[in-house]
């Protein structure tokens, strides 16, 4: 544990307050809600603004029964892009540009439909598992600018957007056709058939239009709120989901090689 200097030299909050005196008021004046994960994994509001907290490092708090779980998840998200005949037929490099790019936010489609719930709890700022990830992460931030660490912020992003996607309720129809519009992204790096993927991806986003107006007749603005939600989605790191639920399973195994090696196995 840090003792209360230590804590005041660590945190950034504290140091702006001592440097502002007047920081505390415009704090109070413009604090919003935040939220933070509870014994039932939803969000649960209240007023606090410290951003040291919110990076705190954080693991799964029941690892095995999560990571083997999610495993599963990672798996049946693989296999149903290898069930895609408009995926399989695509070049070899264009199935590993998208599955590069598209994996992370594909998985967490599957725990939506899957209603997959996590709960996370701290790392202890002395324990060896947080000193392994600090160095895991220092490499990581080394070779790919942009990674994010297993936060509680990064926790907090997920679960935003796991409860964003259940509040619409998706059929599997949904859920089957808004996982081929992000698939197909036309945008990802390396595509040699950009074209032939950007077909794809509008007839993923047209027929997705289609079962919304039979399911929903009703309910106009459904398609704009789920196009919204699948795009919050990208905020979700490679990294973090990385990290959070299959670095305990695979250690240091590179994950996208795992990935594809099961992708053309």
Not at 40 to 49: E, Q
Not at 138 to 156: N, V, Y
Not at 205 to 224: A, C, K, W
């Amino acid at each position: 544990m840090y003792s209360s200097e230590e804590n005041k030299r660590d945190c950034y909050c504290t140091e702006f307050r001592d440097r502002h005196p007047h920081a505390i008021l415009f704090s109070i004046l413009n604090r919003k809600d935040s939220c933070h994960l509870g014994d039932d994994n939803r969000n649960y509001c209240g007023m606090h603004n410290c951003h040291c907290e919110q990076r705190k490092l954080v693991c799964l708090r029941n690892s095995e029964r999560t990571c083997q779980a999610a495993s599963e998840v990672l798996v049946k998200t693989i296999h149903f892009m290898k069930s895609l005949p408009s995926f399989h037929h695509l070049p070899r490099v264009d199935q590993v540009s998208l599955l590069r790019g598209c994996w992370a936010p594909l998985f967490v489609l599957g725990l939506a439909q899957e209603r997959m719930v996590f709960e996370v709890t701290d790392i202890p700022t002395a324990s060896i598992l947080r000193n392994i990830l600090l160095n895991n992460q220092k490499r990581a931030k080394e070779q790919e600018p942009g990674d994010s660490p297993p936060t509680l912020e990064a926790a907090h992003n997920l679960s935003f957007c796991l409860n964003k996607l259940w509040s619409l309720d998706l059929t599997p129809k949904e859920y089957a056709y808004l996982k081929g519009a992000i698939l197909f992204n036309p945008d990802a790096p390396g595509l040699m058939s950009s074209r032939q993927i950007e077909g794809l991806q509008l007839e993923s986003h047209r027929v997705l239009h289609e079962v919304i107006q039979t399911l929903h007749p009703n309910d106009h603005g459904r398609f704009t709120c789920i196009r919204l939600a699948a795009s919050s989605l990208q905020t979700v790191a490679q990294s973090f989901v990385t990290e959070l639920f299959f670095r305990p399973v695979i250690g240091q195994t590179d994950l996208l090689d795992l990935l594809t090696e099961i992708l053309f196995s």
